[in-house]
């Protein structure tokens, strides 16, 4: 139900964001380039985010790029099947630089001191280890795509909000990191435990 309920969220992104990416496909513009752009925003984001401790104002900045860096990091995909351009190099790099990015924001954050050390790497890790387990399973068979509430959609929208309360309420984003550290790691959890359900049945199923 879950996976059901994701695909659905994804093709009502893909209608909203149709025109979009019917324009960057006349443009000939490739889905790489719209991976990299992902990449470059949340670099810049995360630059933000280190500034935001001395300059508040930083803060919207940081937000304004986190939300175009999540938003080409969802058009990439409708891009490369629009174009009929999708492959395994595509798909590996696209996961690799979200990764990356993702851990570039946060580790600015930390840097910046706008959280305390332990919220912030408990955040960063938690949320890494929700794509891991996912796609740990995939090559056995266990999809755990929607498996779950704090996947990265999420955990952009919960970091957005923090971040333009934050130059109001200090406390904002170390909240949110205290959120998406303990909410991750029931993500975390809870797929672990659909995937061990999902592999002892196929077991079961096997010797029987």
């Given at each position: 139900m879950a996976s059901r309920r994701r695909k659905l969220e994804e093709e009502v992104f893909e209608r909203l964001s149709v025109g979009f990416i019917e324009r960057l496909s006349r443009l000939g513009i490739k889905p790489m380039a719209v991976t990299a752009l992902a990449f470059i925003t949340a670099l810049v984001s995360a630059a933000?985010?280190?500034?935001?401790a001395v300059t508040p104002a930083s803060y919207f900045?940081?937000?304004?790029f986190l939300a175009l860096?999540?938003?080409?990091?969802?058009?990439?995909g409708a891009v490369a099947r629009r174009l009929k351009m999708t492959s395994n190099l595509g798909a590996f790099l696209d996961s690799v630089f979200d990764k990356l990015g993702e851990a570039?924001?946060?580790v600015a954050i930390?840097?910046?001191?706008?959280?305390?050390?332990?919220?912030?790497?408990?955040?960063l890790t938690s949320s890494l280890m929700v794509s891991y387990v996912r796609h740990r399973a995939e090559p056995l068979g266990v999809?755990?795509?929607?498996?779950?509430f704090?996947?990265?959609?999420?955990?952009?929208?919960?970091?957005?909000?923090?971040?333009?309360?934050t130059p109001f309420i200090k406390q904002a984003l170390e909240i949110?990191?205290?959120?998406?550290?303990?909410?991750?790691?029931?993500?975390?959890?809870?797929r672990m435990i659909y995937a061990i359900q999902t592999l002892g049945a196929g077991t079961s199923h096997r010797r029987s």
């Open positions: 933000c985010y280190y500034l935001g900045l940081a937000v304004i860096s999540g938003f080409f990091d969802a058009v990439d570039a924001i946060y930390i840097a910046s001191g706008a959280v305390s050390a332990f919220w912030g790497a408990l955040a999809n755990l795509k929607g498996v779950g704090m996947e990265r959609a999420e955990r952009i929208i919960l970091l957005i909000i923090a971040s333009i309360i949110s990191m205290i959120l998406i550290a303990v909410l991750a790691m029931i993500t975390v959890a809870w």
